[in-house]
Structure formats: structure tokens, C-alpha cells
């Protein structure tokens, strides 16, 4: 089973740029029977799915938050990464990695989820 | 965007109860419906896939049902490890999207 594990800073000022980055173990980024996915838990809330990335570097992005967000990758890493900019109090959540089928569009693994906090 | 419903938002059950959980669709999205539990200050876990198929791992107890518009997740016999909220998630199309959850609780 592969494992995944958010990292990047847990406090971010407003209007600054999120940063986060997810290493992946135990299996390979470059399958390509997976998408790499962004998902987000607003404090007490549901799940709000950020967007995904194909290890060719094809990716799609909730329209919510499109004009904001890009997820990159780095194959040779085991990584990908997400940025989203000008955040606000909004964009407080926990923030989560995930493996995404790409047939089946499941998440089937998730990292532990990071909090991440946007405060002056 | 396609929008997810569950009912309740929130139940209690003794130990041994038949928990059912619907999830309503706000249009067809065939049998592209995933559900997931997440405990507490833990990430979600996939329990079922297109929308009846058993997650490998997933004790028995738990199945899903349903196609089109409406879904049903039924724990057949709760035990106190199922306390936990249950998420649905549709993949019909872009965005992917999940219900506001429900939380089980013991009696």
C-alpha cells in the first residue's frame, strides 16, 4: 500500500501563497493508473476537492478555486505539490493528499492531512 | 456542479443496529458514487467504490446500494469502532464533490 505525507508550513499570512508538497513511498508516482489529488476539510466541515495531477503533469482543478491553484510535479521526487495564492481566513483547513484512480476516480490512500492556518 | 445530500446529518444506534445512510444526487450520476469513513483527527478511509463494490479490507458488515440519483450505505450490524462520520464522493464528472457527511454515534 502506498503511503503518502503532506509537508509545508502550518501558518500563512493573508494575501502570502500556500505551499505544500506530498511525498509518496511504497509505490510509484509515474503509474498510470493513478491521479494525485488536493483535497481540503474547512475546521468541522465536509470535503472540498482541490484538483488533481497525472504524472505527465495533465492536471484539473475545482472551478471554485481554479483562478488560485496549481499542482505541480516532480516524478523523479516522488512528489507533488500544491500552491494557492492569495489566501484569505477562507483557506484555513486541513489540507490532505490522496492517490485518485483514474478509471475508478476513488481516493483509495490519503496522507495524514496537514492543518494549515492563515493568520496575520 | 453536482450536488450531494445525506440523510440524517447525524444518528445514534445501539451496538448490533442496522445503520442505514442515504445519499441523494443532483442528478444521474450512474454507479459513479464512492463512500468513505473518517474518525476523528484521521484522514478518510474508502469503504465502498462504485457504489456497492467492497473496498479491499472492509469487514462485510458494510454495503452500499443504489444507482442514478439515490444511494444507500447500510452498516448491518454497528459495532463501536464504526463511530465515525460517512461521506459520500460522486466521480460522474468534474468537480468531484462529497455530502455534507453523517455522524454515528452510539446509543
Known amino acids: 500500500q502506498v503511503q503518502l505525507q503532506e509537508s509545508g508550513p502550518g501558518l500563512v499570512k493573508p494575501s502570502q501563497t500556500l505551499s505544500l508538497t506530498c511525498t509518496v513511498s511504497?509505490?510509484?508516482?509515474?503509474?498510470?493508473?493513478?491521479?494525485w489529488s488536493w483535497i481540503r476539510q474547512h475546521p468541522g466541515k465536509g470535503l472540498e476537492w482541490i484538483g488533481y495531477?497525472?504524472?505527465?503533469?495533465?492536471?484539473s482543478y475545482n472551478p471554485s478555486l481554479k483562478s488560485r491553484v496549481t499542482i505541480s510535479v516532480d516524478t523523479s521526487k516522488k512528489q507533488f505539490s500544491l500552491k494557492l495564492s492569495s489566501v484569505t481566513a477562507a483557506d484555513t483547513a486541513v489540507y490532505y493528499c490522496?492517490?485518485?484512480?483514474?478509471?475508478?476516480?476513488?481516493?483509495?490512500?490519503w496522507g495524514q492531512g496537514t492543518l494549515v492556518t492563515v493568520s496575520s | 456542479d453536482i450536488q450531494m445530500t445525506q440523510s440524517p446529518s447525524s444518528l445514534s444506534a445501539s451496538v448490533g443496529d442496522r445503520v442505514t445512510i442515504t445519499c441523494q444526487a443532483s442528478?444521474?450520476?450512474?454507479?459513479?458514487l464512492n463512500w468513505y469513513q473518517q474518525k476523528p483527527g484521521k484522514a478518510p478511509k474508502l469503504l465502498i467504490y462504485?457504489?456497492?463494490n467492497l473496498e479491499t479490507g472492509v469487514p462485510s458488515r458494510f454495503s452500499g446500494s443504489g444507482s442514478g440519483t439515490d444511494f444507500t450505505f447500510t452498516i448491518s450490524s454497528l459495532q463501536p469502532e464504526d463511530i465515525a462520520t460517512y461521506y459520500c464522493?460522486?466521480?460522474?464528472?468534474?468537480?468531484?464533490?462529497f455530502g455534507p457527511g453523517t455522524k454515528v454515534d452510539i446509543k
Open positions: 490522496a492517490r485518485t484512480g483514474y478509471t475508478r476516480s476513488y481516493f483509495d490512500d
Open positions: 511504497g509505490g510509484s508516482i509515474s503509474s498510470g493508473a493513478y491521479y
Open positions: 495531477i497525472y504524472y505527465s503533469g495533465t492536471t
Open positions: 442528478q444521474d450520476i450512474s454507479n459513479y
Open positions: 462504485d457504489a456497492s
Open positions: 464522493q460522486h466521480y460522474d464528472n468534474l468537480p468531484f464533490t
